[in-house]
């Protein structure tokens, strides 16, 4: 999974498999090709029986969330079948034998927020920032972040990152209990969990 097609790559350290995701230039896109790329990676971990698995972004951008070009053109169906197959994906990584810690290093939006949510452990950097900003587009997550986000940081505070679209500073997030810790480092932070 490291060839320059890819969308992400995979890279063992120690006694964890990091997964990276592989296109800065277009904010790291949660597309159908980097979620099914994912899947794939996190089996492929899991068979290895890694220690841990940490998923990072690369530029300023943990990841972007899902691939907005491609969700303009979902018809009812085709919708359906896009959600679900993000809800399972962030119901895999949320019950991994192995745990899954993401490494946040920027922006953390959308569908991004959904998987970080997901994991067991987050470390981010100051200059992280998390948003849903699905409202401001007419949509909501359909990805599990409507269910795993309140159990995190609770209903209030869930509902008006949900419904508002408002974007959360890294101090902030450390405040509410989104992130574990901040960290200028948060994939060493991560590989020292």
Excluded at 122 to 137: D, I, N, Q, T, Y
Excluded at 177 to 182: E, T
Aim: proline share 6%; glycine share 10%; aromatic share 4%.
């Amino acid at each position: 999974m490291n060839g320059t097609d890819s969308p992400v790559s995979i890279e063992k350290k120690y006694a964890a498999g990091i997964i990276r995701f592989l296109r800065p230039e277009q904010k790291n896109p949660l597309s159908v090709e980097t979620l099914d790329a994912l899947e794939s990676v996190l089996r492929t971990l899991i068979c290895e029986s890694v220690e841990r698995i940490i998923i990072t972004g690369s530029g300023d951008t943990f990841a972007s969330g899902a691939n907005i070009r491609e969700v303009a053109v979902l018809d009812p169906e085709t919708a359906r079948d896009f959600g679900q197959k993000g809800q399972e994906l962030m119901l895999s990584i949320a019950r991994s034998p192995i745990p899954v810690i993401a490494a946040i290093d920027g922006y953390c939006f959308g569908g991004a927020l959904d998987l970080a949510v997901a994991c067991a452990k987050r470390v981010a950097s100051e200059r992280s920032v998390f948003c849903h900003p699905g409202p401001k587009l007419g949509i909501i997550t359909g990805w599990g972040g409507t269910q795993f986000l309140p159990r995190l940081i609770g209903e209030k505070r869930a509902l008006d990152m949900l419904l508002t679209a408002r974007t959360v500073g890294a101090d902030e997030a450390l405040e509410m209990g989104l992130i574990d810790q901040i960290n200028p480092d948060p994939l060493q932070a991560a590989l020292e969990i």
